[in-house]
């Protein structure tokens, strides 16, 4: 133990040397928690609808009142009004509307004859957030619409009952889990990955070959100061991170001492798969690409950012043996729905067996030769 603690007290003595370095692993995920949460996390709104009435009788006229009205309330879209279809798809085109809307002739006849008319809808759909947002919200709207007419007094229709579970999770929230996993995997980067190639650069390691100190007493010293770093960097997420995003009541004890046993299982992980993909690599430039690389692999497909669901298959096979989602899926337990060790003892187990592997292939890939 005292050869291990040598090496982490040298290790973490030159990581307080460099404090914007910390400063830097710990402020970058917090900067896109906030970025990210808020860019993806709101309504889109003030989009253009261009609309053209070639019926002008009191349905139609009836049907943009209401369009004015989704206007003057969501302003999700605000109307513009044109004479004709052709003007408008081109102005559509040119990127001036997000979508047309068309009232052909006969509208308001065939309404009033219970025809079931069609209305034209137009839209630019390369923007597929902004579509899906804007014919949403006609749709909701002709459905208030269609209400209006009279009902039969007796009406067959099922309905459906909303019982939400936990109280409304805003976006920035939904990414916070992932955001704290990912401040971890920075400080794993930095303190288990670029520095430990640096100093092989350097040829400190050399001092380190001429010591009794066994590989695994190596691989094990280099792994607890890291861990401790990313820890740090993990509890600062944690805390700013709930107080920034809104988590109610962030400073419960026995939910920070869940997150806290889950900020230390990932922590090791990460650690532990850095010194493996490092542990015989000399070119210090091939990590700075290789991080980029794995910040890819591991982190969108891991449930960060969009749910592991709507993934293609072979994606999903990434996510069974990605630290990340077994990561991102604790915290979101703990965070988001305040559950206890139990629902996450599945995600620890993984996080503590994927450690014990890694620490012991490095440790046979260790060479203590120059």
């Not at 989009?47 to 002008?56: A, K, S, Y």
């Not at 052909?104 to 309404?111: E, G, I, Q, T």
């Not at 219970?114 to 459905?143: K, V």
Request: hydrophobic fraction near 50%; charged fraction near 15%; proline fraction near 5%.
């Amino acid at each position: 133990m005292i050869r291990i603690w040598a090496i982490i007290e040298r290790d973490l003595r030159r990581f307080r040397a460099s404090p914007v370095l910390m400063f830097m692993s710990t402020l970058m995920p917090i900067v896109q928690l906030v970025v990210l949460g808020y860019a993806f996390g709101g309504n889109v709104k003030n989009l253009r609808l261009g609309i053209v009435d070639e019926d002008h009788g009191v349905p139609a006229i009836k049907l943009k009142e209401m369009c004015q009205a989704v206007s003057a309330n969501a302003a999700t879209f605000y109307t513009v009004a044109y004479d004709n279809q052709a003007e408008a798809v081109r102005d559509l085109r040119n990127g001036r509307l997000s979508a047309v809307l068309n009232i052909p002739p006969l509208f308001s006849r065939k309404v009033l004859a219970g025809l079931n008319p069609e209305i034209g809808y137009i839209e630019d759909n390369t923007d597929q957030f902004s579509s899906s947002a804007l014919g949403a919200s006609l749709q909701q709207m002709l459905g208030a619409f269609n209400a209006s007419t009279i009902a039969p007094r007796v009406q067959a229709k099922a309905t459906l009952s909303v019982v939400e579970v936990y109280p409304y999770v805003p976006y920035i929230q939904y990414l916070l889990p992932g955001t704290i996993t990912l401040s971890i995997f920075v400080s794993a980067m930095i303190g288990g990955g670029i520095i430990f190639i640096d100093d092989k650069a350097r040829g400190l390691h050399e001092g380190y070959l001429v010591t009794p100190i066994s590989k695994f007493e190596l691989i094990l010293g280099f792994t607890a100061s890291g861990v401790i770093k990313a820890v740090i960097s993990g509890v600062v997420l944690v805390t700013i991170g709930s107080l920034i995003a809104g988590i109610p009541d962030p400073l419960n004890v026995f939910r920070l001492a869940r997150l806290f046993l889950l900020v230390v299982m990932t922590a090791m992980a990460l650690i532990s798969m850095m010194f493996l993909l490092v542990v015989r690599v000399n070119d210090p430039l091939l990590p700075r690409a290789l991080f980029g690389m794995l910040n890819t692999i591991l982190y969108f497909p891991s449930g960060a950012v969009y749910p592991i669901n709507g993934f293609p298959a072979w994606m999903r096979v990434i996510t069974k043996i990605d630290p990340f989602t077994y990561a991102v899926h604790g915290f979101k337990e703990v965070l988001l729905k305040g559950t206890g060790i139990g629902a996450v003892f599945p995600d620890i187990l993984f996080l503590l067996g994927f450690t014990l592997a890694a620490m012991g292939l490095a440790t046979l890939l260790f060479r203590r030769t120059l």
